[in-house]
T-cell receptor
Framework: NAGVTQTPKFRVLKTGQSMTLLCAQD?????MYWYRQDPGMGLRLIHY???????AKGEVPDGYNVSRLKKQNFLLGLESAAPSQTSVYFC?????????????FGPGTRLTVT | ELKVEQNPLFLSMQEGKNYTIYCNYS?????LYWYRQDPGKSLESLFV?????AVKQEGRLMASLDTKARLSTLHITAAVHDLSATYFC?????????FGKGTRLHILP
């Protein structure tokens, strides 16, 4: 049981390049989330998904797209990276089964855009 | 709009002392989360508080929720060095999870 995994762990992009971050969970959770964390800040929600095939915007969605084609995977795409997207990205998943509603976080992806 | 404010943002304290971190939020929140983050690491869920008057305890940490005052507290009892970390609270509305900026806790031996 790996929990929540993220790929890659580190990445450096040039301005204008594109990339996809992959999040996978093996806990059969319905909900999945993408956050970004900047120095001295809490996490900010980018996009989230309440189930396979559904996605919704969070607090800071501009410049990002997501897809959830399979329940266990949630992809975050940057079509044209900008230096303002330099950040640490965390994926999380959760389930309301059993009334727990606890979020499990992945290890993070450190992205630098030059 | 939901806003979440934590205080203090930085806290340096001696081992063995008690202290409280406060989390105020601006509008009704469905629930309140507390997380711990060690430097360079991911977030670890500590508590999920679902209703008014909820109190949860794990070891030296105890969290409570007062929905009327829109206040949650994280109380540390007899602090030990291993509790040094950054602690975040987060409030929830449909479609939104809003985090506070975090309280960086440094416990001195």
């Amino acid at each position: 049981n790996a929990g929540v995994t993220q790929t890659p762990k580190f990445r450096v992009l040039k301005t204008g390049q594109s990339m996809t971050l992959l999040c996978a969970q093996d806990m059969n959770h319905e909900y999945m989330y993408w956050y970004r964390q900047d120095p001295g800040m809490g996490l900010r929600l980018i996009h989230y998904s309440v189930g396979e095939g559904t996605t919704a915007k969070g607090e800071v969605p501009d410049g990002y797209n997501v897809s959830r084609l399979k329940k266990q995977n949630f992809l975050l795409g940057l079509e044209s990276a900008a230096p303002s997207q330099t950040s640490v990205y965390f994926c999380a998943s959760s389930s309301t089964r059993g009334g727990k509603d606890e979020q499990y976080f992945g290890p993070g992806t450190r992205l630098t855009v030059t | 709009e939901l806003k979440v404010e934590q205080n203090p943002l930085f806290l340096s304290m001696q081992e063995g002392k008690n202290y409280t971190i406060y989390c105020n939020y601006s509008t009704t929140s469905d629930r309140l989360y507390w997380y711990r983050q060690d430097p360079g690491k991911s977030l670890e869920s500590l508590f999920v508080l679902l209703s008014n008057g909820a109190v949860k305890q794990e070891g030296r940490l105890m969290a409570s929720l007062d929905t009327k005052a829109r206040l949650s507290t994280l109380h540390i009892t007899a602090a030990v060095h291993d509790l040094s970390a950054t602690y975040f609270c987060a409030g929830v509305l449909p479609g939104k999870i809003i985090f506070g900026k975090g309280t960086r806790l440094h416990i001195l031996p």
